[in-house]
């Protein structure tokens, strides 16, 4: 009987979660990043990494196939005791409190920035925490759907970057790896910041339905992320000259300014209300994944009432203080530190900690 | 549900903080400049020129224009708020067109259009154009049997950019020529005999001055090269 039966969701809303926690705000940012580090060629970058990423979101499952009725903290309460359990929550709590607050202030900061630069940042925030609290309050199945929906609202947007397609030149990828393998490579670490979110499967793998399927799922959601990072860096590295992508800010938006539509001006506007949609992806599943953490910390308590405490949390700090772009980057940076090693390194780890518990385990018996 | 009664007072609490529509802006009362000049006066100044379309029914021209000495743009734009009908509008700049004589002489030039990258809603697909001679002159011009000025320089563009005897530079594509080291930066020439016409290509180096002109044949033969020939018949 699986515990958490009441609320699976089905391998589509698996793979939406986890391909757009990951795109989210990488999609603005990646090819600006790009650009700067690596150069025409980082469209390798994107593939090396999002490979990498693939590798290591089937060790998480790996480690999670030991455990199919139960989140990575029932395993490790199962097998190291309780206090294990909880702190590994705790850790991960933080971790996706930190995801979810780095991709909200993101957001905000791009609004006012972009469309709203009249209306203080704190309502904005105000605008943004509402609907996060009706969807996460539901649970992980709503939160799921809306992941979907959010996903296939937004299947718009290739379309819009078709448009472009006039004012690129293609001449400017070439040559291939001109300044050699090194800036490729040296880019890389710095590029799995925008991969981040797939470790949620050590909450996720219990609810899914099918979860023989669950590696099929996350080469799907894994393929998306590096097909749409992909396709934006090489429409950005067409569309503006080596030396003026450098200089560009966030040139995924600066791109859809050079369409002219009769009927309307200002696409990228439009574009970017749209996709708060995808934004929302950055801290809406984070958020519930902390709440769970935390309510799992407590005894499986009503997971609304931490929600409650951190959104007002959220929401009252806006007022007095919302971090600027320059403070943004950082905890950016702070995340992506973080993120390599809990989602890249932690689940390796903890396979060969579960296997020498084990191996100690059966030795001790046969004695 | 026992908060359920609290619904309809947050509903209309949230009703009223509504924003609506208090900031609108009716044509009538905006001043969206479509065209907007630059030139330089003796002393080499900034002088800024535009060209706004009047939608009030008792005036009798059509268009307003203004000029403005200013340091920059930006300060143009302050004193052009005091003095314009109505709310000054520069998102929806159509063409930008600055004298050769600013495009030849001014050092970094470019620097004065960096306002319209800043500022995130401003249109980048103005056209650039460069005029032959003194804006005062341009901006004066209109004939009675002619459109206004911003609609003159909008066709003048389409019709030479379809039969590609013309190159087009959007605001967006002059950044990208002049910071590509690989690429001239070319803009269209328009000069004003009797007539407004558009005759030449100017041609820019890296930092963005004026270094030559090609006639209409070499032209076709630039957006050749620039693979962007257009054959109409």
């Known amino acids: 009987m699986k515990p958490y039966a009441l609320n699976d969701i089905t391998l589509m809303q698996y793979i939406m979660l986890i391909n757009g926690m990951s795109v989210s705000f990488g999609f603005i940012e990646i090819p600006g990043m790009m650009a700067t580090k690596v150069g025409t060629d980082g469209w390798i970058t994107i593939l090396i990494s999002g490979l990498i990423t693939m590798a290591a979101s089937f060790i998480t499952i ?8 139960g989140t990575l903290f029932d395993l490790l309460k199962q097998k190291f005791g309780t206090w294990a359990g909880r702190a590994a929550a705790i850790l991960f709590a933080l971790y996706f409190l930190l995801y979810a607050y780095d991709g909200l202030i993101y957001t905000v900061r791009l609004i006012k920035g972009r469309m709203l630069m009249e209306t203080p940042a704190f309502l904005i925030m105000l605008m943004l925490l509402l609907p996060t609290y009706t969807i996460v309050r539901n649970g992980l199945r709503i939160v799921g759907r809306y992941a979907e929906f959010a996903v296939f609202i937004s299947l ?3 379309l819009v970057y078709m448009y472009t397609v006039k004012h690129l030149h293609v001449l400017y990828l070439l040559p291939i790896l001109k300044g050699g393998w090194q800036p490729v490579l040296s880019a890389v670490p710095g590029t799995l910041f925008y991969y981040l979110g797939f470790v949620s499967s050590i909450i996720l793998y219990p609810f899914i339905k099918h979860q023989k399927k669950a590696p099929i799922a996350l080469l799907i959601a894994n393929s998306l992320s590096i097909l749409s990072y992909l396709s934006i860096t090489l429409i950005c590295t067409m569309f503006l000259s080596p030396d003026e992508a450098t200089i560009i800010h966030q040139p995924a938006i600066y791109v859809l300014k050079s369409i002219e539509l009769s009927f309307i001006e200002q696409v990228e506007g439009l574009f970017i ?20 953490c935390l309510s799992w910390v407590m005894g499986r308590a009503d997971h609304r009432i931490p929600l409650r405490l951190i959104l007002f949390m959220i929401g009252t700090s806006s007022i007095f203080y919302i971090p600027t772009y320059d403070e943004l980057e950082k905890i950016s940076i702070w995340l992506g530190e973080s993120g390599i090693a809990i989602e890249y390194a932690a689940p390796s780890c903890l396979i060969a900690l579960l296997w020498i518990y084990g191996r100690v385990k059966t030795e001790r018996n046969q004695l | 549900m026992k908060l359920r009664f609290l619904n309809l007072p947050i ?7 509504l924003s609506g529509c208090y900031d609108r802006l009716d044509m009538e009362e905006a001043a969206f400049t479509l065209v907007l000049g630059f030139d330089l006066d003796e002393n080499g100044d900034l ?55 600013l495009v030849e002489n001014k050092q970094e030039w470019f620097r004065y259009l960096d306002v319209f990258f800043r500022d995130g809603r401003n249109p980048l697909t103005s056209r650039v154009m ?16 002619k459109p206004i000025l911003p609609l003159q320089l909008i066709s003048l563009q389409e019709s030479v950019n379809s039969s590609s005897l013309g190159v087009e ?17 070319a803009l269209p020439q328009i000069n004003l005999d009797s007539e407004l016409q558009l005759s030449r290509t100017a041609l820019l180096n890296h930092e963005g001055r004026y270094t030559a002109s090609l006639t209409m044949n070499e032209t076709m033969l630039l957006r050749m090269l620039q693979k962007k020939l257009r054959l109409t018949n």
């Open chain 1, 156 to 158: 718009w947007i290739p």
């Open chain 1, 62 to 69: 790996q480690l999670m196939k030991k455990s199919p009725h």
């Open chain 2, 47 to 101: 002088i800024i020129y535009s060209s706004i379309p009047a939608f009030n029914k008792n005036a009798k021209k059509k268009t307003q224009e203004t000029i403005i000495h200013a340091p920059s743009p930006r300060a143009g734009r302050n004193k052009a708020a005091i003095r314009a009908i109505g709310v000054f509008q520069p998102r929806k700049l159509q063409v930008i067109v600055l004298s050769k004589h």
């Open chain 1, 273 to 292: 209300a749209f996709y708060a949609f995808i934004f929302s992806l950055s801290w809406i599943p984070p958020l519930y994944f902390t709440v769970f």
């Open chain 2, 11 to 17: 509903a209309i609490a949230l009703l009223l903080t």
């Open chain 2, 169 to 185: 530079t959007t605001l967006q594509e002059l950044q990208r020529t002049i910071l590509d080291k690989g690429q001239t930066p």
């Open chain 2, 130 to 145: 460069v005029f032959d001679g003194q804006l005062r002159d341009l901006f004066k011009y209109q004939p009675k049997d």
